[in-house]
C-alpha cells in the first residue's frame, strides 16, 4: 500500500502547493457542503429487490417466489396473494482519489477555478453525500479503513490537507480492496495512456467497479490562443514558444479529442463509468451525474 508522505516531507514546490490547499480548503468545503445541499437527496435510493431491511414494495406473488416472503396481512386487504420486498442492500465501499499533479493547478481564468479547486470540490461533496446517506468511503492510497459518519468526512479534509495525494502510477500498489469497492479517479488525465489503462486494470482485477471523472479547462479544449505564444510546461521547467498558434489549433484538438476517446473506450471496455467535465460549467452538472452513476442511497433523516 502506498504510504502517504506528510507536508514535512514534501519538497518545496509541494510544500508550497499544500500550504495555498490548506488556505483555500475552508471555502471549498462550504462550496461542497452547498453543492449536497442544493442536490435533492431524498429522490434517489437503490430501487431494487434485495436483502436489506428497508421496505421497498408489495409484489403479487408468483411461483419463483418463497412462500416465507408472503405478507399475509397485506394478502387479505387484496384479491391476491403478495410478498413484501425489501430494498437491496450493499456493502460497495467508495474509494476516492483526486489527482495532485503539477498540471491540476491550471485555470485560464484569473477569477475562475483550476482544475485541482474543481476536483476537491467535487471529492468533498461525494465524500459529505456518502457520509450523510451512511456509506462508506476513504481516500485511495492511504491507510485508514474506509468508514463514514461526519468524523470520517472531518478525517478525510485533514488528510487532504496534510498528507500528500499518491500519483495515477503510485495507485498499483493498493491492493487490500474488496471486490465490492467502488474506484472514483478525478483528474485531467494528462498522463500516458498506457498509465492510464494499467492503474484501471490493476483495480478491475481485483474485481472493483469504477468512474473515471476526466475534468479540463475550456482552454485546453479549444486553444484559444492568437499569435505569438509562449506555452511554459506546468509539469517540468520546459517551454514551447509558437509564431502563431492558430496554424496548430485543428491538429491540437484533434489530438486532444483521440486521447479522451482512447479514455472513455479504455472505460467502456471494462465497465465502468466515464464523464467529461469543462471547469466552466456548473459543477453541480458533474456531480449530479457522479451521484446517479454510484446510485447513492438518499440521506438518511
Given at each position: 500500500?502506498?504510504?502517504?508522505r506528510?507536508?514535512?516531507?514534501?519538497?518545496?514546490d509541494?510544500?508550497?502547493?499544500?500550504?495555498?490547499l490548506?488556505?483555500?480548503?475552508?471555502?471549498l468545503?462550504?462550496?461542497?457542503?452547498?453543492?449536497?445541499?442544493?442536490?435533492?437527496?431524498?429522490?434517489?435510493?437503490?430501487?431494487?429487490?434485495?436483502?436489506?431491511?428497508?421496505?421497498?414494495?408489495?409484489?403479487r406473488?408468483?411461483?419463483?417466489?418463497?412462500t416465507?416472503?408472503?405478507?399475509?396481512?397485506?394478502s387479505?386487504?387484496?384479491?391476491?396473494?403478495?410478498i413484501r420486498?425489501k430494498?437491496?442492500?450493499?456493502?460497495?465501499t467508495?474509494?476516492?482519489?483526486?489527482?495532485?499533479a503539477?498540471t491540476?493547478?491550471y485555470?485560464?481564468?484569473?477569477?475562475?477555478?483550476?482544475k485541482?479547486?474543481?476536483?476537491?470540490?467535487?471529492?468533498?461533496?461525494?465524500?459529505?453525500?456518502l457520509?450523510?446517506?451512511?456509506?462508506?468511503?476513504?481516500?485511495?492510497?492511504?491507510?485508514?479503513?474506509?468508514?463514514?459518519?461526519?468524523a470520517?468526512?472531518n478525517?478525510?479534509?485533514?488528510?487532504?490537507?496534510?498528507?500528500?495525494?499518491?500519483?495515477l502510477?503510485?495507485l498499483?500498489?493498493?491492493?487490500?480492496?474488496?471486490n465490492?469497492?467502488?474506484?472514483?479517479?478525478?483528474?485531467?488525465?494528462?498522463?500516458?495512456?498506457?498509465?492510464i489503462?494499467?492503474?484501471?486494470?490493476?483495480?478491475?482485477n481485483?474485481?472493483c467497479?469504477?468512474?473515471?471523472l476526466?475534468?479540463?479547462?475550456?482552454?485546453?479544449?479549444?486553444?484559444?490562443?492568437?499569435?505569438?505564444?509562449?506555452f511554459?510546461?506546468?509539469?517540468?521547467?520546459?517551454?514551447?514558444?509558437?509564431?502563431?498558434?492558430?496554424?496548430?489549433r485543428?491538429?491540437?484538438?484533434?489530438?486532444?479529442?483521440?486521447?479522451?476517446?482512447?479514455?472513455?473506450?479504455?472505460?467502456?471496455?471494462?465497465?465502468?463509468?466515464?464523464?467529461?467535465?469543462?471547469?466552466?460549467?456548473?459543477?453541480?452538472?458533474?456531480?449530479?451525474?457522479?451521484?446517479?452513476?454510484?446510485?447513492?442511497?438518499?440521506?438518511?433523516?
Amino acid at each position: 500500500m502506498f504510504k502517504p508522505r506528510p507536508v514535512e516531507a514534501r519538497t518545496p514546490d509541494e510544500r508550497d502547493s499544500a500550504e495555498s490547499l490548506a488556505q483555500t480548503l475552508p471555502p471549498l468545503v462550504l462550496a461542497a457542503e452547498h453543492l449536497v445541499n442544493a442536490f435533492d437527496m431524498g429522490v434517489h435510493g437503490r430501487r431494487r429487490a434485495g436483502t436489506g431491511e428497508d421496505f421497498w414494495q408489495f409484489k403479487r406473488y408468483g411461483p419463483d417466489d418463497s412462500t416465507t416472503s408472503i405478507d399475509w396481512r397485506q394478502s387479505a386487504k387484496r384479491e391476491h396473494v403478495y410478498i413484501r420486498q425489501k430494498e437491496q442492500e450493499t456493502a460497495e465501499t467508495v474509494w476516492i482519489w483526486r489527482d495532485e499533479a503539477r498540471t491540476m493547478a491550471y485555470g485560464s481564468e484569473t477569477n475562475g477555478p483550476s482544475k485541482l479547486s474543481r476536483a476537491t470540490v467535487l471529492s468533498l461533496a461525494l465524500a459529505l453525500s456518502l457520509s450523510k446517506s451512511g456509506e462508506k468511503f476513504g481516500l485511495l492510497g492511504q491507510e485508514e479503513k474506509a468508514s463514514t459518519g461526519p468524523a470520517s468526512f472531518n478525517r478525510l479534509v485533514d488528510r487532504i490537507v496534510k498528507m500528500q495525494t499518491p500519483s495515477l502510477r503510485e495507485l498499483t500498489s493498493a491492493n487490500r480492496l474488496s471486490n465490492k469497492s467502488t474506484i472514483v479517479l478525478i483528474s485531467d488525465f494528462l498522463h500516458e495512456l498506457p498509465e492510464i489503462t494499467e492503474t484501471v486494470r490493476h483495480f478491475v482485477n481485483l474485481g472493483c467497479n469504477g468512474y473515471l471523472l476526466h475534468i479540463a479547462d475550456p482552454a485546453e479544449v479549444d486553444l484559444p490562443f492568437q499569435g505569438r505564444t509562449r506555452f511554459l510546461s506546468m509539469a517540468a521547467e520546459d517551454s514551447l514558444t509558437l509564431g502563431r498558434v492558430e496554424a496548430v489549433r485543428e491538429e491540437y484538438q484533434s489530438l486532444f479529442e483521440a486521447h479522451r476517446a482512447a479514455i472513455m473506450s479504455l472505460t467502456e471496455n471494462v465497465s465502468w463509468d466515464y464523464d467529461f467535465h469543462l471547469t466552466d460549467e456548473a459543477a453541480g452538472n458533474a456531480f449530479a451525474r457522479l451521484y446517479e452513476a454510484l446510485n447513492i442511497r438518499g440521506a438518511t433523516k
